[in-house]
């Protein structure tokens, strides 16, 4: 399970023109999800996700997590961070999950970072074309992998 977290001012996503969800200060969440995840990648990244220091204190430190500034959560699914592009100029995404198996991983991943954060958190519409829009806080931009926690 991969996943670009932003630190932002606010996000959206846009779908067929209407606002679908929007958060005010807060991280926007993309998440990928491969063939081989599982309840244990859940876990492991909701939580750090829950505790990762990354908006300032009163002396400009980050070392504020979600919960400590009040913010918000957008999850937004993004099967193309699994791309891989190793061969030709074509992107493969071979080794996203399909959609039986990523909707319900998915869906898992929301509710144990609602558990975690003890915070509602807005969603993308999974498989929908969507527009997402931000104004990055910093910026401030996080790459985790949960099969690289080393």
């Known amino acids: 399970m991969r996943v670009l977290i932003q630190r932002v001012k ?3 996503v ?3 023109g209407e606002i679908f969800s929007e958060i005010n200060q807060g991280l926007l969440i993309l998440l990928g999800i491969e063939t081989e995840d599982s309840q244990e990648d859940i876990d492991w990244l909701a939580g750090k ?3 990762l220091r990354i908006f300032s204190d009163e002396n400009d430190a980050m070392n504020l997590s979600v919960q ?3 913010g918000d959560c957008l999850v937004v699914s993004q099967f193309t961070l699994h791309a891989s592009t190793k061969k030709g100029n ?3 995404f071979i080794n996203a999950a399909k959609p039986e198996t990523a909707i319900p991983l998915y869906e898992k991943f929301v509710l144990q970072l609602e ?3 003890n915070r509602n ?3 993308g519409n999974f498989g929908a074309m969507m527009d997402v829009a931000l104004i990055n806080d910093g910026p401030v931009t996080i790459w985790m992998d949960s099969k690289k926690r080393e």
């Open 10 to 12: 606010k996000a959206s």
């Open 14 to 16: 846009t779908i067929e």
């Open 49 to 51: 996700i829950a505790r």
């Open 68 to 70: 400590d500034v009040g």
């Open 90 to 92: 074509r992107p493969s």
């Open 115 to 117: 558990n975690e954060t």
């Open 121 to 123: 958190i807005k969603t």
